[in-house]
Nanobody, 116 residues
């Protein structure tokens, strides 16, 4: 099992930046995939970015070039650097750990709000 705690959310003006952190309760070295999801009111939760144990990253098209996912295994932490934030980016952002194909763990989420 792994517990995940997100932090770094807040209010930022359009065009600004935030860095989200996802701290895990144990080593993330062997976790298959670490992911960031987001969910806006009335919308389905969507995958924003992911990073594998090998360092391979993937992003949803609308954030490519603006968001960067990274991991620091020594700190058991995954980050999501968000630049050039847009009014359509506000949501609760969740961290997910894919420990196995049958076991995943979610954080509680952190709110990101973008003002125009």
């Amino acid at each position: 099992q792994v517990q995940l705690v997100e932090s770094g959310g807040g209010l930022v003006q359009a065009g600004g930046s935030l860095r989200l952190s996802c701290a895990a309760s144990r080593s993330i070295f062997s976790i298959i995939t670490m992911e960031w999801y987001r969910q806006a009111p009335g919308k389905r939760r969507e995958l924003v970015a992911s990073i594998t144990t090998s360092g391979t990253t993937n992003y949803v098209d609308v954030v490519k070039g603006r968001f960067t996912i990274s991991r620091d295994n020594a700190k058991n932490t995954v980050y999501l650097q968000m630049n050039s934030l847009k009014p359509e980016d506000p949501a609760v952002y969740y961290c997910r750990a894919e420990v196995s194909y049958f076991s995943t763990y979610w954080g509680q989420g952190t709110q990101v709000t973008v003002s125009s």
